[in-house]
């Protein structure tokens, strides 16, 4: 893969250039603002950028505000946050345009070299990866008009799941159910939230979206 990196604390920056060319990627920009981050996207048109919350200038929001920016710019390009904040507001824009492709991931709880790199492939491949507690923050903004309330608590337990990226086996895993029923739920989840028939990861993603921006 073609990877954009947006990260100001130079040890990790280099530290992620190597982890990521050690494992056959290619990283055709590595840079330490918003703004660069934005021209590194229109420049390249990466499969991947990985992006810090807190950089310069403002050093408060400043990665997600660029990748809101850059995700303008270049429709759906895939951006994965690594961050140690989880900044709610900012994430819901990044969420809004319910393509996919997007990740939010908190550094500290980043378990495993190769759970990164699964995420950061999943992310490149359209899919959404979310660090649980990001999750949590984003679902304790739901509106009153919640469009998941037709949902039934198991339901939305699998959407939960779901929106941590993981697959049916896996839901059921974690559930302890059969593959059968996860896949009865997801499909009751799809018709709840008047998904229409369309490719099944798409449909995933759009339900993912729905619950956290419900």
Do not use: C, W
Request: net charge negative.
């Amino acid at each position: 893969m073609r990877v954009v990196i947006a990260e100001d604390a130079v040890l990790l920056r280099e530290g992620l250039i190597r982890l990521l060319t050690e494992h056959g990627h290619e990283v055709v920009a590595a840079v330490d603002s918003g703004p660069a981050l934005v021209e590194a996207v229109g420049a390249h048109r990466p499969d991947v950028s990985i992006v810090d919350v807190r950089m310069p200038p403002s050093h408060t929001d400043e990665g997600l505000r660029a990748s809101v920016q850059a995700r303008s710019l270049v429709p759906g390009t895939p951006i994965l946050v690594l961050s140690q904040y989880v900044e709610v507001s900012y994430a819901d824009d990044l969420l809004a345009d319910r393509v996919g492709a997007i990740g939010y991931l908190l550094k500290d709880r980043v378990a495993a070299v190769a759970d990164f790199l699964d995420g950061v492939t999943r992310v490149a491949n359209g899919g959404t990866v979310l660090d649980p507690e990001v999750v949590a923050q984003l679902f304790a903004r739901r509106r009153r008009d919640d469009p998941l309330r037709e949902l039934t608590p198991r339901e939305r337990e699998v959407l939960g799941l779901m929106a941590e990226g993981r697959s049916n086996t896996a839901i059921a895993r974690k559930l302890v159910v059969s593959d059968g029923a996860v896949e009865k739920h997801v499909r009751n989840i799809f018709t709840k939230l008047q998904l229409p028939p369309d490719e099944e990861q798409h449909r995933r993603v759009l339900a993912v979206l729905t619950y956290l921006r419900g």
